[in-house]
């Protein structure tokens, strides 16, 4: 296996035979894999608002989600927090999702063999779905384009279990956040909570706090999905 590293979702697209892997712990990642968990039937990124509305209309009984600036969108149904997708509201539909930076990096893998959905919660179970692939392409969504300390130590993390099962890691930017990459369950909240991302959405209120206390939990998840 080859495992290369994006520090934003940016670049040329990820193609087949390559399997992308989206990263964004807070929160895109982390609640799209709990939807999945609580039967969510299939996930259709959106990369506006405006398109998220389109597609809603093409998707009959779908439901609009996702965010902007942290908060649920005008109009959406759901808005980014992992609380808000519990099996009575996503069982079996579809979810158009619209989120500043997770999406984006979801359509970057438009064409790829997989999109993988990994983030600390379900990090062992995103490992081990990936070990019958040849090249993976880890993309970390950071925060408008920048990087992402959350999303980078997470990409470091996986890049340490897939070394450890024999990958090969490939380019400066994965050296660079297997540097990063948290030793234990304690470093993980540290620098979830800690990060720029986990210190705005706390300011913001107690249920944004609680969504970064979920996402900074390691394993909470033993499976990975595909989307």
Not at 3 to 11: D, F, K, Y
Not at 20 to 30: E, I, N, Q, S
Not at 62 to 69: A, I, K, P, V
Request: include cysteine; glycine fraction near 8%.
């Amino acid at each position: 296996m080859r495992v290369e590293v994006r520090l934003t979702p940016t670049g040329p697209p990820v193609s087949s035979p390559a399997t992308l892997v989206a990263v964004d712990v807070l929160r895109a990642t982390t609640t799209l894999t709990l939807a999945f968990v609580h039967g969510a039937a299939r996930v259709v990124e959106a990369v506006s608002v405006d398109e998220g509305f389109a597609l809603r209309g093409q998707h009959p009984d779908s439901l609009l989600c996702g965010e902007r600036d942290g908060r649920i969108v005008p109009g959406f149904d759901l808005g980014n927090s992992p609380f808000e997708y519990t099996p009575q509201r996503v069982g079996g539909r579809t979810l158009v999702f619209a989120s500043t930076n997770g999406s984006l990096a979801l359509r970057l893998g438009r064409t790829a063999n997989r999109r993988v959905l990994a983030s600390f919660v379900n990090l062992e179970a995103a490992a081990a779905a990936l070990r019958d692939a040849a090249h993976v392409v880890i993309v970390c969504s950071g925060k408008l384009g920048a990087f992402a300390l959350e999303d980078a130590a997470c990409a470091g993390a996986l890049v340490h279990r897939l070394k450890a099962a024999g990958a090969r890691v490939e380019g400066t930017a994965a050296a660079m956040v297997a540097d990063l990459a948290p030793r234990d369950a304690t470093a993980v909240r540290a620098v979830v909570e800690g990060s720029a991302q986990g210190l705005w959405l706390r300011s913001l209120g107690p249920e944004f706090a609680r969504d970064v206390e979920y996402c900074a939990t390691i394993d909470a998840l033993d499976r990975a999905f595909a989307v």
